[in-house]
């Protein structure tokens, strides 16, 4: 979620969608984001709608959180109707999600699953430090019904954990995925970050030799983006740490398709490869424009081209929502011509490809152009689909405003 939202216009107190919103509910699936807004610490990097104890204040308490985004799953109950909706993902991010009791986490899935029931093949996912969790914990989420873990690795180097505020050890990472495994979670994934200010290749060969090594089915890899107000980019101004370099940045990403393609893992979108059958279908649904609700502090949601995004700070949300009114602090209604370029924009990642029906003329010309270019797979683009070579996905903005334009 970005860290400043959009003005929009006023959202009405009771959450009512527009009913041609409502129309498109049986069109596409629909998903649920569940948003814990809690850490135990402020990475440096990190611009996350999220709050350590300090920073959080009086008036909320982490121990009556769940029941207030239980709230407002009812809430989406009322405002989205009778109509049978089972849920086919639901996502725990953060924040630190298993910073809450696992118990916690459980109760909020269990009154989506009571609310819309979820769908009998559902994915459920929820984020976690690798130091954030016991094997018991991981037991009890199982049990509860979650299906997937997404863990934060990061690196395995201790100079970037370091850099980055990580306050796990190297090796935890690796040793947390096998306690998943133990407890039988099926689908894990370790998220990394490259590009960090004094990692080498070396470094990052270290860091996806772990994770492949770990026996995870999925992997994200980001390019670390230096985010204004951050301590990150305070350290950067003054000098004690170099800028990112995007040179860099773009010979790490070749080193990480290299490694993780060798090892049997397919991109399926820019950032994210997966074996066959771990890919994450919570982000999919994000990517292809399905609906889904976000629930917590800050939490953004789309319904049939309605968008609205909640009030950021969690004693607000608290206050809203024990009065039984919706915590959105603003929203707005997408023109045919904003839902056309977000299509583009977000399904052109994915290595599943784009139709090229959804271009308009000067879409399709640079499309011809791209495929001449090198950036456009030459195959796919004769099957009617706009697929990314690896040279596109490092020029993925580009191709996406030449597209568009």
């Not at 990517?287 to 009030?311: C, E, F, L, M, Q």
Request: glycine fraction near 10%.
């Amino acid at each position: 979620m970005p860290s400043t939202p959009p003005d929009g216009a006023p959202a009405p107190l009771d959450g009512t969608l527009p009913d041609a919103a409502l129309a498109e509910l049986a069109q596409r699936p629909l998903s649920f984001y569940l948003h814990v807004p809690y850490c135990s610490t402020r990475c440096g990097y990190c611009d996350f709608n999220t709050y350590t104890a300090a920073e959080l204040g009086p008036g909320v308490s982490r121990a009556s959180y769940a029941d207030q985004a239980i709230a407002e799953i009812r809430l989406a109950r009322r405002v989205l109707g009778d109509v049978d909706l089972p849920v086919q993902t639901v996502f725990v991010g953060g924040g630190t999600p298993t910073l809450l009791p696992a118990g916690d986490l459980g109760r909020m899935l269990g009154a989506v699953r009571e609310e819309f029931g979820l769908a009998s093949d559902a994915e459920v996912t929820t984020e976690a430090n690798p130091d954030s969790v016991t094997p018991e914990a991981l037991e009890l989420l199982r049990h509860s019904g979650f299906t997937r873990m997404s863990f934060g690795m990061q690196s395995t180097a201790p100079h970037v954990l370091a850099v980055l505020d990580r306050t796990h050890t190297p090796g935890r990472a690796v040793e947390v995925v096998a306690e998943a495994r133990r407890a039988g979670f099926d689908h894990v994934s370790l998220d990394l970050i490259y590009g960090t200010p004094g990692e080498t290749e070396a470094d990052f060969a270290g860091s996806l030799d772990a994770a492949i090594g770990s026996g995870v089915d999925h992997v994200s890899a980001y390019s670390l983006i230096v985010e204004d107000g951050t301590r990150l980019a305070a350290r950067i101004r003054r000098g004690e740490l170099p800028m990112t370099d995007d040179d860099v940045a773009a010979d790490r990403y070749l080193q990480a398709e290299a490694a993780l393609a060798g090892a049997g893992m397919r991109w399926y979108e820019v950032s994210n490869w997966a074996r066959p059958g771990g890919q994450c279908r919570h982000n999919l649904a994000y990517w292809r424009g399905d609906h889904w609700w976000g629930v917590g502090p800050g939490a953004h949601s789309h319904v049939g081209g309605v968008r609205w995004w909640n009030v950021r700070h969690p004693v607000a949300y608290a206050d809203r929502v024990g009065v039984g009114h919706s915590p959105a602090q603003a929203r707005e209604v997408l023109t045919e011509s904003d839902r056309r370029v977000e299509d583009v924009l977000l399904r052109l990642r994915l290595s599943e490809g784009l139709p090229l029906s959804v271009l308009h003329a000067a879409g399709l010309a640079a499309a011809a152009r791209a495929v001449t270019d090198g950036l456009l797979e030459p195959v796919a683009y004769q099957q009617e689909l706009a697929v990314l070579t690896l040279r596109g996905r490092l020029l993925a903005d580009a191709v996406v405003r030449d597209l568009t334009d």
